[in-house]
């Protein structure tokens, strides 16, 4: 490698993903704005390469090392593409992102080794408010981040790891399998609810929990039905992404989070969901304090910083990361990311409808983002059998909400 280009080794949480991707799941976010009037594909083009020009760490493609893999920035064009793809697929660039546009939808598609829920978003508010103040001649010129490009480049594990830190690594058993016939090759299924923000923030007040917390509880919940007894026996384990620069000063856009896993196993029949969120809201209050974080931290990160193991060739590490891959997916159900709320400058209200996210995954994922007073709640999952997400929504519609529900059409196998 000509060591005069720029390069960054991968980050802690980063490195999972390129060993684990697959066809069924390539590790893609997708972000999905629509607005109220259809896309200028020209000046779509313009923003992205304005956004860019702050966000040098997007232009980078994965290389393999001897040891690592790394990014390292590319002199490469990023194309606006019109969208012709299912949710999630592979991309059909070198580079880790691609953005892509249908009538009145912007999509942005990032590789999970480049960037989180957390970075994605930041990129794309840029790039939204870049295109909205292209396309209407906006006469504010907001900033969205003050950060710099190294800021934005920074390895936050690296920066913040604290060898001193307690290690503490707990044997948790194995989690039900959500099972099932897939859809021919593996097709991405995705099935939006969007409801009021407000109201949902208030149902989660009245049983003192958070919209996280909440919604969590309502997955569970819906699983009861499904369930046979023997199902039962196995704890339902929820994976739940936490967001780091809430606990560290820090304005990434790389990776820059940690997992926690928040259990329920049903004893007896018909629990209620206050049951259920009592013992959600333990868990989260367990993995949300600092000494839960920096203990959380060491554990992602000390076996990488262990002298030895940084010796060995990628191709080793990459079957030992396969390996830990497949234990660790044996501990989890299914994923719940809640990406938080969508920003842009008041100047770009009349011009925007709604966001949505969603995630590849190997099982099935549940993603939330809301804009204004709108809350998009996502699921996704190769699964021809919908029955846990109607229950899920059913659950929500007894609260009076009006919800509407989309879903992208796919064809069944025989």
């Not at 149902?203 to 499904?226: C, F, N, P, R, Y």
């Amino acid at each position: 490698m000509n060591r005069t280009e720029k390069w960054y080794k991968l980050d802690n949480a980063a490195k999972i993903f390129p060993p684990t991707t697959t066809t069924y799941d390539p590790k893609i976010f997708r972000f999905s704005v629509l607005l109220k009037k259809k896309i200028n594909k020209d000046n779509l083009q313009k923003a992205l390469d304005t956004t860019l020009e702050d966000f040098p760490i997007f232009k980078s493609i994965l290389k393999k090392g001897l040891f690592w893999y790394y990014l390292e920035e590319a002199n490469i064009k990023a194309k606006v593409i019109e969208e012709k793809t299912s949710p999630c697929e592979k991309l059909n660039t070198p580079l880790l992102f691609e953005v892509s546009y249908f009538q009145n939808k912007i999509n942005l598609e990032v590789y999970h080794a480049l960037s989180d829920g957390a970075g994605c978003t930041t990129f794309l508010e840029n790039l939204i408010y870049n295109y909205l103040k292209i396309e209407y001649q906006l006469k504010d010129n907001a900033i969205l981040t003050k950060s710099s490009s190294y800021e934005k480049a920074i390895d936050s594990f690296s920066k913040y790891y604290n060898p001193k830190n307690k290690l503490k690594i707990k044997n948790k058993e194995n989690a039900y399998q959500l099972k099932g016939r897939w859809y021919n090759e593996g097709k991405l299924r995705i099935i939006t609810g969007s409801t009021n923000t407000n109201k949902i923030k208030e149902i989660a007040h009245q049983h003192q929990t958070t919209i996280t917390g909440l919604l969590i509880s309502l997955v569970i919940k819906s699983m009861e039905e499904i369930l046979s007894i023997k199902d039962k026996k196995k704890p339902i384990s929820i994976t739940v992404p936490i967001d780091l620069r809430k606990y560290y000063k820090s304005e990434t856009v790389r990776n820059f989070f940690n997992v926690t896993n928040i259990e329920y196993k049903f004893n007896k029949k018909n629990t209620s969901l206050e049951e259920i969120i009592l013992k959600v809201n333990e868990q989260l209050k367990n993995s949300l304090n600092e000494e839960a974080i920096e203990s959380n931290m060491s554990k992602m990160l000390w076996l990488e910083n262990f002298f030895l193991i940084r010796l060995i060739p990628l191709f080793i590490k990459n079957k030992v990361l396969k390996y830990s891959y497949r234990l660790t997916r044996k501990k989890q159900t299914l994923g719940l990311s809640n990406v938080g709320i969508f920003h842009l400058p008041d100047s770009c209200k009349n011009y925007i409808d709604k966001c949505i996210v969603m995630n590849s995954t190997d099982a099935m994922e549940l993603c939330i983002i809301s804009y204004e007073d709108e809350i998009c709640i996502s699921f996704s999952s190769h699964f021809i059998n919908s029955e846990l997400e109607k229950n899920f929504f059913r659950l929500l519609k007894q609260y009076n909400l009006n919800i509407t529900i989309y879903n992208n059409e796919i064809e069944r196998s025989d």
